[in-house]
């Protein structure tokens, strides 16, 4: 059988003779000619391409031939198919070529006084740190069991957090979007001449900026040269730390100052008050029938949904707390570890809100987009740590936050008016 070569050799060969003929003999193409001239194109294309493909697979064959021999070099530039070759951020660090260069350059350690610069390492993506987060309840499943037996829930399930709830994605920098407010839906049946109705919606120019987020912590030196141990410690820090500054800022960002806004500094966000009572169970027990009410502001919109509700840790362990005239939970009590919910709705914790402010929606609403990813620095450059024998460890991570769709979501608070 004629290699792919030779077929387009012969169909270029077949088209060349085809236009030597008519010229030679003095006339226009025929009919018949033309079709075929057509048929040989299409087909020399098509081989043209298949031998195209099969050359440059040679190429690459005979370069991974040349390379299989030759020790495979690591350096400090991670792209996405290594992120596999790290299971944790602590990992990428140590891993990286930065760590391993200081590593090399003092293998017993840093003495007292000695210069400490780890240059920035990129240890993932914020889809990266969302990814190993452990969010254990998908907030769009959430349900409460339906048969609850007289024994214990041996299934282990983590509280909600913020960070679990809100949307991510990616930004290649600063931009305005239309941020909605409200919407008014005015539609009706008109008659025969009479005007047609006209819908409002309430919108604002919001600005959607990168903002750096960062956070740091204090190491040893010792605990420095140790990967392993620095590894693990990093993990647990690095995720404290960046939850602990993006939540604040998600939640009671200002919008000024060099901060991005809020949710509760975002116009258009709703508000639902209630009367707080004189404890913290009597406060629960208030926050019940004014949550439900704020569930209904939500539902009520097109398309509304209640994800979560957010909760400070205080007001979350009283509604734990709620017991009926025979002292019985109404919760799942302490020998059991189900789903919290209320109102069917999961219930999340935050140390950012205040006992007494519940915050319920669309948390899908609330976006955090990945500029520049997460980044470690390691230094002692830093007040008098060279001398005490410590490093500065600073985690950032450069990101934009926005909200699409504020009055999807709504404040619940002590105030007039419940």
Excluded: C
Aim: charge should be negative; avoid cysteine; glycine fraction near 8%.
């Amino acid at each position: 059988m004629p290699t792919l070569r030779e077929q387009y050799q012969a169909t270029l060969s077949r088209a060349a003779e085809l236009a030597k003929t008519a010229t030679d003999e003095g006339r226009d193409f025929t009919d018949d000619e033309i079709t075929e001239i057509t048929d040989l194109k299409t087909k020399a294309d098509e081989l043209g391409a298949k031998v195209k493909a099969a050359d440059d697979a040679q190429a690459a064959a005979a370069e991974l031939a040349g390379k299989s021999a030759a020790p495979v070099a690591f350096t400090s530039t991670r792209d996405r198919a290594e992120d596999a070759d790290a299971e944790t951020f602590g990992d990428a660090f140590v891993k990286s070529a930065a760590y391993q260069a200081f590593r090399k350059e003092h293998p017993a350690g840093v003495g007292q006084g000695t210069p400490v610069n780890i240059g920035r390492v990129k240890v993932g993506s914020l889809p990266e740190w969302f990814a190993r987060r452990k969010a254990t309840l998908d907030t769009s499943v959430g349900r409460i069991q339906p048969v609850r037996m007289p024994t214990v829930d041996m299934v282990d399930r983590d509280r909600l957090t913020l960070l679990d709830l809100v949307s991510r994605g990616r930004t290649d920098g600063n931009f305005e979007y239309v941020q909605i407010t409200g919407v008014t839906r005015n539609a009706a049946i008109v008659a025969e001449g009479g005007l047609k109705p006209t819908s409002d919606m309430s919108t604002d120019i919001a600005d959607a900026k990168v903002y750096t987020y960062a956070d740091g912590y204090d190491v040893t030196n010792q605990l420095l040269a140790d990967a392993p141990a620095f590894a693990s410690y990093m993990n647990n820090e690095l995720s404290y730390s960046l939850d602990n500054v993006v939540e604040e800022k998600l939640l009671n960002g200002t919008g000024t100052n060099g901060e991005p806004r809020g949710l509760l500094n975002t116009t258009g966000v709703q508000q639902q008050a209630y009367t707080a009572g004189a404890d913290p169970i009597a406060t629960a027990k208030a926050l019940i029938p004014a949550i439900r009410k704020a569930i209904t502001k939500v539902t009520r919109l097109p398309g509304g949904q209640v994800t979560a509700v957010l909760m400070s840790p205080e007001d979350d362990e009283a509604f734990d707390l709620l017991q009926d005239a025979n002292e019985r939970y109404y919760s799942g009590g302490p020998f059991s570890t189900g789903p919290a919910t209320i109102w069917g709705r999961p219930r999340a914790t935050s140390e950012r809100i205040a006992p007494g402010t519940i915050i319920l929606g669309d948390f899908r609403q609330i976006a955090l987009l990945d500029r520049e990813g997460l980044s470690v620095l390691a230094f002692n450059q830093h007040k008098d740590y060279a001398q005490r024998n410590m490093t500065y460890v600073r985690a950032e991570l450069r990101a934009a936050q926005v909200i699409w769709k504020p009055n999807r979501l709504v404040v619940v608070k002590a105030g007039t008016g419940a």
